[in-house]
């Protein structure tokens, strides 16, 4: 899979729905419920963030429910989108983006959201052949000004910022015509998760899914 090919894959991901959860699974038992009711709530794509000794079995395990589109966050080595494949993740996300990282998701078929915030870092990106991109961290980058002004001279990229981005902020994001969609962990608070309110889960993940873009 090239760049490109992964490029548009990637946008596919990012049109279901205007939030991608960004998920930080403790227990593994939480995973299967909480991916249910995340697509319950209209929040199909779902990104677990390899940051937990467990994360790649939760990958296993949301995998398996129906209607969702589970992903590996925080790919930095060849190593993470090998073991991101092989536990059922269909997208990667990458704060960043490298050669070797790239090689590996063309290796291993897997399409990547690779992560930019500069001009030059975007410019780096379509060089390889990405026009869909991650803009992390957003909140400390300059946030939805700066998303706008890379529209000017680089029109034909779209943007999910990632980092700091809420309820109350993100349809500042979502309302710019480079930004496809927009990651968030308020979707899925580690309070909820731990007190197993799927109910107040799947209601965060509607009203997420309702904002305009």
Not at 53 to 66: G, S
Not at 78 to 86: G, H, L, Q
Not at 152 to 157: A, M, S
């Amino acid at each position: 899979m090239t760049p490109a090919e992964q490029s548009a894959a990637a946008r596919r991901i990012c049109a279901l729905a205007p939030i991608i959860p960004v998920i930080v699974v403790q227990q593994v038992t939480d995973a299967a419920p909480l991916a249910r009711a995340l697509v319950a709530g209209g929040l199909p794509a779902l990104e677990v963030t390899l940051r937990t000794p467990c994360a790649l079995e939760a990958i296993r395990a949301m995998a398996d429910v129906e209607g969702g589109v589970v992903g590996a966050g925080t790919l930095l080595t060849p190593a993470d989108v090998k073991a991101a494949k092989a536990a059922g993740a269909r997208f990667g996300v990458s704060p960043g983006l490298t050669e070797r990282l790239v090689k590996a998701c063309e290796d291993e078929g897997l399409p990547l959201l690779p992560g930019a915030v500069t001009a030059s870092e975007v410019m780096r990106a379509m060089e390889w052949g990405y026009d869909m991109l991650k803009f992390f961290p957003a909140g400390t980058s300059g946030g939805a000004a700066a998303i706008k002004a890379l529209g000017g001279p680089l029109p034909q990229v779209r943007f999910c910022p990632t980092g700091g981005v809420s309820l109350a902020n993100a349809p500042d994001y979502l309302a710019l015509k480079n930004v496809a969609c927009a990651g968030g962990s308020w979707v899925a608070p580690d309070a909820k998760v731990q007190a197993g309110d799927w109910a107040g889960i799947e209601a965060l993940a509607r009203e997420a899914a309702a904002l305009p873009r």
